[in-house]
């Protein structure tokens, strides 16, 4: 059985993930600091597959501490999630941003090439293509210079991928997985979105409305070139995206990949505005979202979704789970979370 270290696996997208690695048949180590996630989503986990999926408290910027990860596990591949990802946080601390994304993957892939652990798979992020020129965003459509400090690591952490897979001579490959706007929840509502006070993302803001824990959703602008005025995005199932992984891992464990580094958008290709999202949460959930709109938030870009048909022809994998399934999925979370 192929053993994949999970770093950040206790996190949103990181614990997902590793149920679809585990259901998937592989062995799965789970790695993380809980900085920004709880104990409970790695026994959401276990409880989800029915197996007791290794866990390992470690924080990745503990050089000694990842060496015995190392000799502890042979691990077949590593999928990196392990990050910082508050993006106004960011702003007002680069330090720590650059500090924790950026050697958590240098640690991570020189241990990789210390213990000959060939294969890497990468969390990136949409916002690396900031506001493009063309729609909807390919792989190859040019990156632009981050906003955030956060999207900036992002950019960063791709190229230092890049250039440690291409000086190995073959004998490791990487996959960057560009996602769009993850949101949702795993059906069973035993894991999800566990954001740390007050949400900065829109899906968790929706639910915690709707929840009655905030009083009112601010939509950030109404006046971009777009047809309800405010702004478009590709929101993806949070277990659509952990599939992804899933078959990333199959193309490198199986050599399929064309090249040591390649890229790949994970979205849905489908635009939503944040007021159509709103009111097919409404029409989905059957529960009203008081909001107001308010000015645009400093930073946002006005439109972006993904062309994802690399992903379908390469990874032969595709967003499945319709709008009003995901939808009710991250009300489920909220409503287990909140016990109603
Ligand atoms: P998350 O905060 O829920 O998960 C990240 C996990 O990493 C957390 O459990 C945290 O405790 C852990 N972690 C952070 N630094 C660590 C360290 N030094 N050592 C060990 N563990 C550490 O975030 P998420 O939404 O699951 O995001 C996962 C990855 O996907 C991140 O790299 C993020 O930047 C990227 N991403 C997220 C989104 C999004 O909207 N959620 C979009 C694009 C990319
Ligand atoms: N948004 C909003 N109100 C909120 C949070 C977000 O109107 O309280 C909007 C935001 O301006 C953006 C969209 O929702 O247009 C998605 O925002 P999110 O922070 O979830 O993701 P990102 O900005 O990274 O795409």
Redesign the pocket.
Known sequence: MKCILVTGGAGYIGSHTAVELTNAGYDVVIADNLYNSEISAVEGVRKITGKEVAFEQVDCLDKNAMEKLFKKYQFSAVIHFAALKA?GESVEKPLDYYRNNLESLINVLSLMKENRVPNFVFSS???VYGQPEELPATETTPRQKATSPYGNTKQICEDIIEDTVNATNGTMSALALRY??P?GAHPSALIGELPKGI?????P??TQTAAGIRKC?????NDYDTPDG????DYIDVTDLAKAHVAAMVRLIDKQNKTPYEVFNIGTGRPFS?LE?VEIFEKTTGVKVNYRI?G??TG??EK?WADTSLANRELGWKAEKSIEETLLSAWMWEKHLRGL
């Open positions: 993006v992020s949409a916002t769009f706007n949101i949400p900065n993302n829109l899906m803001y929706i959703l601010s939509i950030f602008g405010t702004a478009i995005r944040v999202l308010t645009r938030r946002d870009i972006i």
